[in-house]
């Protein structure tokens, strides 16, 4: 086997980096170590089996230095289910195999097992990210916020403190449970969230006072007269969630999804999942505290676009209130689980600012606003070279079954959906690749017959999709002009959908109702720029909303209601996933993966020893043999180990993982 895979890819990897395996054994240690396992937590006074990381929902903070290479070691703890990290907006531009997408960069990691991701930000990358699971239903829970640390003295703004705000839903049924539902025939809803939760903390929307401890809300501690960096990240499953801070209605937004923007000014925020914003708050001064009467101040949080409304709290106390004395965090630096609220609000503090479900003012928040803090790069009309509309409707098929559909296709990773097309050869993508090298890849030509799909609809340039592959092909150097289409579907109505991409971030160009016109978006475009200086910032997850936003009507199946547009310099080689990160809508197969580059740009990223991450389970003979690694060192090509479900790439407790380097022989 072995030796005809080398013969194969001989020429293939002539002009690949060379970088040398290694053997993590007990002489290596990791920056970071994560243990994702399956128990029974208890989370706003309500016990149920969950996935979890380090024994905790949010798992523990991880920081990462930009230009520094970070190994994160994750175990797989749990006996039967397999699992993943990824690493929510970092670029991964050159180690493939840790985008942690099972059947799109990797094989999962095998209950037993591990796997050392390799991370390397870039130095335009310090902001804050999230790792979750990318295997069924875990990301719930199994998820924790991830920072890549701004460089000493160099953060694009000046703050004091800095707190973290995690956003998390509670759902009581299992992740089985909700995924079998999700493919059932007839469909099960998962139903919606019981609690929305910050930092792991909070009580069931129809919880009443007194409060217990185990399901108080958390609890922020802060100073008078400081500037505090929020870092608001949207762990969530499925909402869109507004969040206002009590008499502090002046935030200021600095950042999002791992790009500084130039400061915007707001009176709350709207976080949907897989968004992530820098926020600044200023506090009160100990004049306006006194003034004010009080030193606790609510921050309340309500859901939209729901068939109704969740809502939850946390607390923003000031230290030196009277009662309570200052104690060390419990969970995350800068909260308090000591001198806990006993209660909730009777009446919600920040109406005023919690706009109203129905409002499409919603729909406009941020929207034309974020322009970088320094020069982007971002390309004009006149540089795109192909423009692919994806359109998105939700169908029930004669069985019962209800599914979401991509331009007529759906995908998910999930084996026992079989109702979706998947990897080719069952195996992921990029392995394929490696084993069977420039014949994997789809090309612009072989998409061209399904073009004539949606030509009548959208016109010349407005499919990309190969059905032999399941994917969408793109070739470096293009700038693609992507479309996200809303449709009515079966039943007549919309969804909103927070879409994001992997690799590299796109350039997001705006929304709006109806269907998408390039000349006039082009022209407002233009009009922002000359009137505000406005440029698109870099995001990797927006909102493709509905209008109305209330979704009171009843349209005939298909009808054109919205759209969202980005424009994306295709730089960065690999098996790229784009999708709605509304976790039930991915399980329903609202998924796509993106072949970016051609085998050689894809693969020489690698070294030649990458096949130990191609395998799942095995060495390269096939067999469980722990006592061969003096061998596995004397290769000179060797990729089993990657490419096979449980290669060596994949450590346990009876063999020491081998794998690349891919940044060189340092950390």
């Known amino acids: 086997m072995f030796t005809s895979i080398a013969a194969a890819l001989a020429g293939l990897f002539a002009n690949a980096v060379l970088a040398k395996y290694h053997v993590h054994d007990n002489t290596f240690t990791p920056d970071e170590v994560l243990r994702v396992s399956k128990t029974k937590i208890s989370v706003a006074c309500t016990e149920h089996e969950t996935v979890v990381v380090n024994g905790t929902s949010p798992g523990p903070i991880v920081r990462l230095a930009a230009e520094k290479t970070n190994w994160v070691r994750v175990y797989n703890d749990m006996k039967e289910d397999n699992t993943t990290v990824h690493w929510h907006g970092l670029s991964q531009r050159v180690a493939p195999f840790s985008d942690g997408t099972p059947l799109a960069s990797q094989w999962p990691i095998p209950p037993g097992h591990y796997f050392d991701y390799e991370l390397h930000p870039t130095e335009k990358e310090p902001g804050s990210y999230f790792y979750h699971s990318h295997v069924g239903f875990q990301t719930v829970s199994a998820t924790g916020p991830l920072i890549v640390e701004d460089p000493v003295g160099k953060a694009p703004c000046d703050y004091d403190e800095e707190r973290i705000l995690f956003l998390t839903e509670l759902y009581p049924r299992t992740d089985e449970d909700i995924v079998d539902g999700l493919i059932a025939a007839p469909f099960v809803w998962s139903g919606e969230p019981q609690a929305i939760l910050v930092n792991g903390h909070g009580a069931l929307s129809t919880s009443s006072n007194p409060l217990p401890k185990e399901c108080a809300p958390e609890v922020f501690e802060v100073e008078p007269s400081k500037t505090y960096r929020f870092r608001s990240i949207g762990g969530l499953a499925l909402t869109d969630v507004i969040i206002?801070?009590?008499?502090?209605?002046?935030?200021?937004?600095?950042?999002?999804?791992?790009?500084?923007?130039?400061?915007?000014?707001?009176?709350?925020?709207?976080?949907?999942?897989?968004?992530?914003?820098?926020?600044?708050?200023?506090?009160k001064s100990k004049e306006q505290l006194k003034a004010a009467g009080k030193k606790d101040f609510w921050i309340q949080l309500e859901t939209r676009y729901r068939p109704y409304i969740v809502g939850g709290y946390a607390l923003l106390r000031y230290k030196d209130a009277p009662g309570y004395a200052q104690k060390n965090a419990e969970y995350y630096p800068g909260t308090?689980?000591?001198?806990?609220?006993?209660?909730?609000?009777?009446?919600p503090p920040n109406m005023t600012q919690l706009l109203p479900r129905d409002s499409n003012d919603t729909n406009n928040w941020l929207e034309d606003t974020l322009t970088p803090a320094s020069d982007n790069g971002f390309p004009s009309s006149d540089e795109v070279t192909r423009r692919v509309y994806l359109t998105n409707v939700q169908l029930q098929y004669d069985n019962g079954q209800i599914v979401w559909v991509i331009s007529n296709y759906s995908w998910a990773e999930a084996p026992k959906n079989t109702s979706f097309p998947t990897a080719p050869n069952d195996k992921p993508y990029l392995v394929d690749i490696f084993e069977r090298g420039q014949k994997v890849i789809p090309s612009l030509k072989s998409v061209g017959d399904n073009f004539e799909a949606t030509k009548e609809k959208y016109g010349n340039l407005s499919s990309g999709y190969?059905?032999?592959?399941?994917?969408?092909?793109?070739?470096?150097?293009?700038?693609?002009?992507?479309?996200?289409?809303?449709?009515?579907?079966?039943?007549?109505?919309?969804?909103?959908?927070?879409?994001?991409?992997?690799?590299?971030?796109?350039?997001?160009?705006?929304?709006?109702?109806?269907?998408?016109?390039?000349?006039?978006?082009?022209?407002?475009?233009?009009?922002?720029?000359?009137?505000?200086?406005?440029?698109?910032?870099?995001?990797?997850?927006?909102?493709?909303?509905?209008?109305?936003?209330?979704?009171?009507?009843?349209?005939?199946?298909?009808?054109?209601?919205a759209w969202r547009g980005w424009r994306i310099r295709v730089t960065d080689p690999g098996v790229w996933m784009i999708h709605c990160h509304a976790l039930q809508h991915m399980v329903m197969g609202m998924q796509t993966v993106w072949i970016m580059g051609n085998a050689q740009q894809i693969?020489?990223?690698?070294?030649?020893?990458?096949?130990?991450?191609?395998?799942?389970?095995?060495?390269?003979?096939?067999?469980?043999?722990?006592?061969?690694?003096?061998?596995?060192?004397?290769?000179?090509v060797d990729l089993d180990g990657y490419l096979q479900y449980g290669g060596v790439a994949y450590g346990n407790d009876g063999r020491p993982a081998v794998v690349n380097h891919y940044f060189g022989e340092g950390r």
């Open 466 to 561: 190969d059905p032999e592959t399941n994917a969408y092909p793109a070739e470096i150097g293009e700038v693609l002009e992507i479309i996200l289409v809303q449709e009515a579907g079966y039943q007549g109505t919309y969804d909103v959908h927070p879409w994001h991409a992997h690799g590299g971030h796109y350039y997001d160009i705006g929304s709006g109702p109806g269907m998408y016109d390039p000349e006039e978006n082009d022209k407002k475009l233009e009009r922002l720029k000359q009137e505000k200086g406005y440029v698109p910032a870099l995001r990797d997850s927006t909102m493709l909303y509905r209008w109305p936003a209330n979704n009171k009507v009843n349209d005939t199946l298909y009808h054109v209601d």
């Open 603 to 636: 693969t020489r990223s690698a070294s030649s020893d990458a096949q130990d991450f191609l395998s799942f389970g095995k060495d390269v003979d096939g067999e469980e043999k722990a006592d061969d690694l003096t061998r596995l060192r004397r290769r000179e």
């Open 336 to 347: 308090d689980r000591q001198a806990l609220p006993e209660g909730i609000p009777s009446n």
């Open 244 to 283: 206002a801070f009590e008499d502090h209605a002046d935030l200021t937004i600095v950042g999002a999804d791992g790009s500084y923007t130039k400061p915007a000014s707001v009176d709350r925020l709207q976080i949907a999942s897989g968004q992530r914003f820098e926020v600044l708050l200023k506090t």
